[in-house]
């Protein structure tokens, strides 16, 4: 039984990169300290996976999860402008490009979640 509505449901800010391949654990790393850390400071913030595709070198995708649209669009602009300026100054603009943002295009709402043996 689901004890909330759909529309009620976590959104999901997905975008997908393409990166150079063998820097693919630097962009990794580069972006848990420079996005992660800001973002999971920010109020609505719940959880961010990064997926590596392994039929396609060099696409990273990255989910993060917002209790909901209203929190992700509060996110000051001033600092993502601040905060992607310093991530690609420390990547390098050439190593990496932003290919797609899914959830422009589907608005994506988590309503279940079953890890472990449990749904949440």
């Excluded at 070198?57 to 996110?75: F, L, M």
């Excluded at 402008?81 to 932003?98: D, H, P, S, Y």
């Amino acid at each position: 039984m689901i004890d909330r509505k759909i529309e009620d449901g976590d959104y999901l800010e997905y975008l997908i990169f393409e990166v150079s391949p063998a820097l693919i654990d630097t962009f990794i790393d580069l972006d848990h300290r420079h996005w992660t850390l800001f973002l999971k400071d920010q109020p609505g913030f719940i959880s961010k996976d990064v997926w590596v595709n392994r039929t396609k070198p060099g696409e990273v995708s990255t989910i993060t999860c917002w209790r909901s649209k209203q929190d992700w669009e509060a996110v000051p602009v001033e600092r993502v402008i601040e905060i992607g300026a310093k991530f690609q100054e420390a990547l390098g603009a050439e190593n990496f490009k932003l290919i797609k943002r899914v959830h422009e295009q589907n608005d994506l709402y988590k309503v279940r979640e079953y890890r472990s043996g449990r749904w949440r």
